[in-house]
């Protein structure tokens, strides 16, 4: 009878550690990925200014295109939370891309090497951006999945443990997924 | 379907290794046998030893030995070359580690992955391919060769490869002191030799059959299909892909580097003049994979 019972605590307390754990191995999970979007950010932020020096020379009257990109930076870099983040860099996104748009009407900015190395630089920062924010919202997805469902939610509350932010898209502007159909 | 397909290439990888290592022992003992008197002891000996250093060559630098027999060029992670840049979105997108990256000096366009799993694995690209696509479409051939490394179906190509090429490369060698052993026997007359020459080269007449079908299972269309589609979820833009298959049908530049070894593992078929749909075949052919990527576009 008290074998049981005690058989019974320890069985509890195994799993309860062991839940404890995997919300642990989560959190830093989100916290690393969140730090690679961040690196990316930056990146960001430092290559446009960059980018706006190499072609204000040849954009004259684009002034507005060039304003509304520094304007975007200053806001995106003000975002704390990712729920901030989210759709202050999707601006950033549109108004760097404005400026891709435009410098097809300038051949000669489209024949500059530092112009073309910066835009294949903020191009591939961008990727890296979009892509690692795929894979940051699917951890916190799993994590808070796993701290809300019963019967763990009872030890996530036990222990502290609170839900995290998704790094929020504009949903317009985001690639869906394809559907991949393998039966034909 | 992606853990039945790894699954399946570990399987395959196991058979391989298994029947060369049963052909070149047997091969051996037979050998040894025509040789010398209770010859077949040594024979296996010498034969396992072969076919172990064979296994562990394919195994642990089985791409480095492709790479260079094709003359590739490592990309310098630090110079931030575009293609770099894609081949780390990938892995990103993937979550895979990323890869060693090369540059294959061909004016064909064409492109290949090398390895045994994805932390060892090797990305090359013909110099003929980085000038004929742009960004997105690069992106999605390098897109599909990162998922030839997710589903391990570098793995499989790669032992077969190198196996495959050893055995070629001692065919071709027996061949040929088989016709030298020959005219020497008419000469003076010793005998013996050639006689072993003989079975040699029927043995390697066997085998040829046997490493062309091995070859041909290394790329079942079906793989090349599902790399299409990994690689659409990966760029999430099957469009990309589906161009540069468009653009890849639409030339025809004859590959300089390219050997029969390394042709299983390329993105699309090196051997111009090459009917797709004929029974030696290594890829499907082309208009088919686009179909099925511009479908995915549309149903999304």
Not at chain 2, 112 to 138: C, I, K, M, T
Not at chain 2, 180 to 200: H, M, Q, V, Y
């Amino acid at each position: 009878m008290w074998f049981g019972i005690i058989g019974a605590i320890v069985l509890v307390v195994l799993w309860a550690i062991s839940k404890y754990n995997s919300f642990i191995v989560l959190r830093n999970r989100i916290e690393n990925a969140w730090a690679q979007i961040n690196v990316e950010l930056k990146r960001r932020y430092d290559l446009i200014p960059n980018l706006i020096e190499a072609v204000k020379g040849y954009m004259k009257y684009e002034k507005e295109v060039l304003e509304s990109v520094t304007n975007a930076r200053a806001a995106a870099m003000q975002a704390k939370t990712p729920a901030e983040s989210g759709p202050a860099e999707d601006k950033l996104t549109q108004a760097v891309h404005n400026i891709f748009v435009v410098m097809e009407n300038y051949p000669d900015l489209k024949a500059n090497e530092n112009v073309l190395r910066l835009q294949e630089e903020l191009t591939t920062t961008e990727n890296k951006i979009a892509f690692s924010r795929q894979f940051y919202n699917d951890i916190v997805m799993r994590f808070n999945q796993s701290i809300q469902t019963f019967p763990s939610s009872f030890f996530a509350n036990l222990f502290g443990f609170k839900a995290r932010e998704y790094f929020e898209v504009d949903q317009a502007q985001v690639k869906d997924a394809p559907k991949v159909d393998l039966t034909i | 379907m992606i853990y039945e397909q790894i699954a399946s290439n570990k399987r395959n990888s196991f058979l391989l290794v298994f029947v060369f290592t049963l052909v070149i022992v047997s091969a051996c003992y037979f050998i040894g046998e025509a040789w010398i008197k209770n010859g077949g002891i040594l024979g296996i000996f010498i034969g396992s030893f072969l076919s172990l250093g064979l296994f562990l060559i394919s195994y642990y630098s089985g791409d480095s030995v492709l790479l260079s027999s094709v003359g590739a060029k490592q990309v310098d992670p630090n110079s931030s070359s575009q293609l770099y840049n894609v081949v780390k979105e990938m892995s990103i997108s993937s979550g895979l580690t990323m890869p060693k990256v090369y540059i294959v000096p061909d004016p064909s366009p064409n492109a290949f992955a090398a390895g045994r799993d994805p932390d060892h694995a090797s990305l090359a690209v013909n110099e003929g391919l980085l000038q004929l696509l742009n960004r997105e479409e690069l992106q999605g051939v390098v897109a599909h060769e990162m998922s030839h490394i997710q589903n391990r179906d570098i793995l499989y190509a790669t032992i077969v490869a190198v196996m495959a090429g050893m055995i070629v490369l001692i065919a071709s060698f027996f061949r040929q002191s088989w016709f030298f052993g020959g005219s020497r026997r008419r000469n003076n007359d010793s005998g013996g030799g050639g006689g072993i020459l003989l079975l040699l080269g029927l043995i390697f007449a066997v085998l040829a059959p046997i490493v062309a079908k091995l070859i041909q299972l290394a790329i079942s269309r079906q793989r090349e299909y599902l790399a299409d589609a990994s690689a659409a979820m990966m760029t999430r833009d099957p469009a990309g892909l589906a161009n540069a298959l468009r653009k890849l049908q639409s030339v025809s530049i004859q590959a300089t580097t390219s050997n029969d070894a390394v042709a299983p593992l390329y993105f699309t078929e090196p051997r111009l003049h090459f009917n797709p749909s004929s029974l030696f075949a290594t890829h499907p052919p082309i208009k088919d994979r686009i179909d099925r990527l511009e479908h995915m576009a549309y149903i999304k």
